[in-house]
């Protein structure tokens, strides 16, 4: 309850206030965390620290580092998947939503989610458990892909060669490849990553309104 006192009337108010939740401080110092320090550096003390809890209840909400990295995980993917799938389903140009999917790309990097996920992806190689979990995770964008493929099939004919499944894995793969070069540091004058990206969005333009365009854009930023 919440007692306030207006005018020397004294009034109860029926709200009831609740500390923020330990496990969401813990995931939030976590993500801060782990965007300071990156996956191999991250410290479960500090995490802690940083969230104002003992270490032991870090311990009782995720059991280990690795369960606190895969529970944040999760809950980033799957808010950006949630966003994606939002997008995909607005009545508009398949083209256009591409086009908002690459605005996508760079807001993640911005924000440090996809060097987290790259780091993740690049843990699994030689964490079975991990690797399962992230896996688990990605098939959810691939899952989606293949959706829109389905839906641009229907409405437009065959994807060429492709099936819709294999148009998704295309995609797919485009997108995280991509991650994964320019987290390493390519810029536009040795590989025309961001470029390439948004060129697919040019065919997919054509092969919506059934006529050629100038498939030139403006110098890559």
């Excluded at 207006?6 to 782990?34: E, F």
């Excluded at 999760?74 to 950006?80: A, H, I, K, L, V």
């Excluded at 964490?127 to 959810?140: F, K, M």
């Amino acid at each position: 309850m919440i007692h306030i006192w207006v005018g020397g009337d004294h009034i109860v108010a029926d709200v009831a206030i609740r500390p923020t939740d330990t496990r969401t401080l813990i995931l939030d110092a976590a993500r801060s965390r782990l965007l300071a320090d990156g996956y191999g550096g991250l410290s479960t003390r500090k995490v802690a620290d940083e969230a104002g809890v003992p270490l032991s209840q870090l311990h009782y909400h995720f059991g280990s580092k690795q369960g606190l990295i895969l529970a944040l995980l999760e809950e980033e993917n799957q808010r950006r998947l949630a966003r994606q799938h939002r997008m995909y389903a607005e009545d508009a140009p398949l083209w256009q939503r591409y086009e908002r999917a690459c605005d996508f790309l760079e807001d993640d990097l911005d924000s440090g989610y996809v060097r987290v996920l790259q780091e993740m992806i690049a843990a699994g190689w030689s964490n079975q458990e991990l690797g399962n979990a992230v896996r688990e995770l990605l098939n959810g964008w691939f899952a989606l892909l293949a959706d829109v493929a389905r839906e641009t099939e229907h409405r437009h004919g065959p994807l060429g060669p492709f099936t819709a499944e294999e148009a998704a894995t295309l995609i797919g793969s485009a997108f995280f490849g991509s991650e994964a070069l320019l987290l390493l540091g390519f810029d536009r004058e040795q590989l025309p990553i961001r470029a390439s990206l948004r060129r697919i969005g040019v065919m997919i333009r054509q092969l919506e309104e059934g006529r050629t365009h100038d498939a030139r854009l403006p110098t890559e930023s």
